[in-house]
């Protein structure tokens, strides 16, 4: 992403795209190579000379990025032939997800190295909830359903 230029250093810049598009200032702080992260994702955010850059990169991810991005899913999840059907299906969940319809965690998006440590621990407990739920066993009687169904061989 193009920022007009200022007196940003290197690492400012590249912390300003990831928080910008992320919020989250232990990622973008990671992402920039700052090498106290906890430090950095609290201080740098708030320097006076970013509050400019982080507005700016922030609007023109939801307003050209954000026209682009879906004009983009919305051609390859139209019924084309040239649009393989694995390729219409990502797009249009994308669609459905990025729309609000389906709500999605910020945390879900990031990959596991990626996350913090409270992001680790809630993830992992939706996963054992998961788990949970899906190990019930369902209490069922298969005799009257064998009673039921009529042997092919009589």
Request: hydrophobic share 35%; glycine share 8%; net charge neutral.
């Amino acid at each position: 992403m193009q920022l007009r230029p200022g007196h940003l250093t290197t690492k400012e810049r590249i912390f300003v795209e990831h928080f910008a598009s992320t919020d989250d200032g232990h990622y973008a702080a990671e992402k920039a190579g700052y090498g106290n992260i906890r430090d950095s994702a609290s201080k740098v955010p708030n320097r006076p000379r970013l509050a400019g850059p982080l507005a700016e990169a922030r609007e023109l991810l939801q307003t050209k990025g954000a026209r682009v991005g879906v004009k983009g899913l919305i051609r390859l999840a139209k019924d084309d032939p040239k649009n393989p059907p694995g390729v219409q299906r990502a797009a249009s969940s994308d669609l459905v997800k990025y729309s609000g319809v389906a709500a999605v965690e910020d945390a879900m998006r990031k990959e596991l190295h990626e996350m913090t440590l409270e992001e680790l621990d809630k993830r992992r407990q939706q996963l054992m909830a998961e788990r949970a739920d899906n190990a019930k066993v369902i209490d069922h009687d298969p005799g009257h359903i064998a009673q039921s169904v009529p042997n092919i061989f009589d």
